[in-house]
């Protein structure tokens, strides 16, 4: 299957949400033996977010059908894509993906959701999680600066210690 058709299939099912029926679906496209070919970072907005629709639809028909695709996933290209070209900035398309899809990869690229069922979920998880990571770093950061201010009161008190002791032996003269 040239590129063109490619496209107009995609686009043709991202304007349905729906997979045609097989008659249509070429073998190649009823197991993922296709990827997307070049050019489509060349098409207008309108049909870079059907082909993207179309993607999602058709990789989750593969994904559903044991073609676990993964990382591989076109999808994730095409939606930086789109928000590259600032056509998703309320992450509206993004949320329809994230839904529909069974790949965790769909469309942000994270591998995992960890548990969000809306990518507004995801994006505050991802937010929260940057926070306390920064919270972690800053009480591990004073945990090591208490071990040295502990481990240098210990050094002085045995140092002190060792003082009057050498004193009480006569190793060390009163000044």
Same mark, same amino acid.
């Given at each position: 299957m040239d590129a063109s058709n490619y496209f107009n299939l995609l686009i043709g099912i991202g304007k349905t949400n729906t997979l045609p029926d097989s008659a249509v679906l070429s073998d190649n496209l009823l197991?993922?033996?296709?990827? !997307?070919?070049?050019?489509?970072?060349?098409?207008? %907005?309108?049909d870079l977010l059907l082909l993207f629709k179309g993607l999602v639809v058709l990789e989750e028909y593969w994904f559903t059908s044991g073609e676990h695709i993964g990382s591989t996933t076109d999808t994730k290209f095409v939606y930086r894509? !789109?928000?590259n070209r600032q056509l998703d900035d309320d992450y509206s398309i993004g949320n329809w993906?994230?839904?529909?899809?069974?790949?965790?990869y769909v469309p942000l690229d994270s591998g995992n959701?960890?548990?969000?069922?809306?990518?507004?979920?995801?994006?505050?998880?991802e937010k929260d999680y940057a926070s306390r990571v920064a919270d972690e770093m800053?009480?591990?950061a004073h945990r090591r600066e208490e071990k040295k201010r502990l481990k240098a009161?210990?050094?002085? #008190?045995? !140092? #002190?210690?060792?003082?009057?002791?050498? #004193?009480?032996?006569?190793?060390? #003269?009163? %000044?």
């Open positions: 197991t993922r033996r296709v990827f !997307l070919p070049d050019g489509w970072q060349e098409l207008p %907005d309108s894509e !789109l928000k993906a994230f839904q529909l899809s069974s790949n965790p959701r960890h548990g969000a069922e809306t990518i507004y979920d995801y994006l505050k998880w800053e009480e591990a009161e210990q050094h002085a #008190k045995r !140092l #002190k210690e060792k003082e009057i002791r050498d #004193k009480k032996l006569g190793f060390k #003269k009163d %000044d």
